[in-house]
C-alpha cells in the first residue's frame, strides 16, 4: 500500500519521500522519533518554492 501525502488534510497518494525529520513524541525514552515524510507532487514543489530547494531523486 503506498503511503498518503502527510500535507495538512491532503488524502492523495505520496509519490516524493524528503527524507526522516525528527518528531516530539512524548511517548519515546529519547523525546525524539525519526520519521519518513511522505508528499504529492503538488505539495513537495510547494514546500521547495517555499524553502528554495530542490527535492532529486536516487543518489548513492
Not at 502527510?6 to 518528531?23: A, F, H, M
Request: hydrophobic share 30%; aromatic share 8%.
Amino acid at each position: 500500500m503506498m503511503p498518503v501525502c502527510q500535507y495538512g488534510r491532503c488524502t492523495k497518494t505520496s509519490e516524493i519521500n524528503i527524507g526522516k525529520l525528527n518528531v516530539k513524541d512524548e511517548e519515546v525514552i529519547a523525546g525524539h522519533w525519526d520519521t519518513t515524510v511522505y508528499l504529492c507532487k503538488k505539495h513537495a514543489d510547494k514546500i521547495a518554492k517555499k524553502l528554495h530547494i530542490e527535492f532529486y531523486e536516487g543518489g548513492e
